[in-house]
């Protein structure tokens, strides 16, 4: 595709219930990223997928979260009894192997998925 | 202390005037440095990316990098209203495997 997509473009869920985000990257792009954003913040990094290799996990704030990279392609970002501090802009964004030279560093974002807790 | 830190602001200048933007990092082997732009409600978008030590230009944007002072800075000529966003300041760390983002500057450009 022309951009990275992310589906839903809006999510409301009642607090308890599971959601899953889902991210589809640039064509060829190998890496693979998840953030958060809260009304007025900066991006908060979530996880990191490069390749095969294991994910960077990081910055997953608790057990809740978890996701998942299918084929080096598509992801999806799972939330487990989602809690209304989970209410966010859910942001993916890819690019070509970073590190390998300097060109491909760049991250492109797709639109985000907003979700909300009640 | 954090990996990237800028300058929350709101920083406002007059429609016309030179916007700086500022950024300093803590790894001090990072290679790699991003400046995005992210309007209200969008998803963040690059403006420039720089990599050696100096000044690089794109119209009316200026990166300047001094790596070691670990400062990385953007300048906005000739402002325009639609240049009021928030800008992001990205370090891709040594490794070159994670980029870490800093909590952004508000810039306000008055008419």
């Known amino acids: 595709g022309a951009g990275v997509s992310q589906s839903p473009s809006n999510k409301v869920t009642e607090k308890g219930k599971d959601v899953e985000l889902r991210c589809d990257p640039i064509?060829?792009?190998?890496?693979l990223y998840w953030y958060r954003q809260s009304l007025g913040q900066g991006l908060e990094f979530l996880i990191y997928f490069q390749g095969n290799s294991a994910p960077d996990k990081s910055g997953l704030p608790s057990d809740r979260f978890s996701a998942e990279r299918t084929g080096g392609s598509v992801s999806t970002l799972t939330i487990q009894r989602t809690q209304q501090e989970d209410s966010a802009v859910y942001l993916c964004?890819?690019?070509?192997?970073?590190?390998?030279?300097?060109?491909?560093?760049?991250?492109?974002f797709g639109p985000g998925t907003r979700l909300t807790v009640l | 202390q954090k990996e990237v830190e800028q300058n929350s602001g709101p920083l406002s200048v007059p429609e016309g005037a030179i916007a700086s933007l500022n950024c300093t990092y803590s790894?001090?082997?990072?290679?790699?440095f991003f400046w995005y732009r992210q309007y209200s409600g969008k998803s963040p978008e690059l403006i420039m990316f720089?990599?050696?030590?100096g000044d690089k230009e794109d119209g009316r944007f200026t990166a300047q990098l001094n790596k070691a002072s670990q400062y990385v800075s953007l300048l906005i000529r000739d402002s325009q209203p639609s240049d009021s966003a928030t800008y992001l300041c990205a370090v891709l760390n040594t490794g070159g495997f994670k980029t870490i983002f800093g909590a952004g500057t508000r810039l306000f450009v008055k008419a």
């Open positions: 720089i990599y050696s030590n």
């Open positions: 964004a890819s690019s070509f192997l970073p590190g390998l030279a300097k060109t491909t560093d760049t991250q492109y």
């Open positions: 064509s060829g792009h190998t890496a």
């Open positions: 790894d001090r082997g990072s290679q790699s």
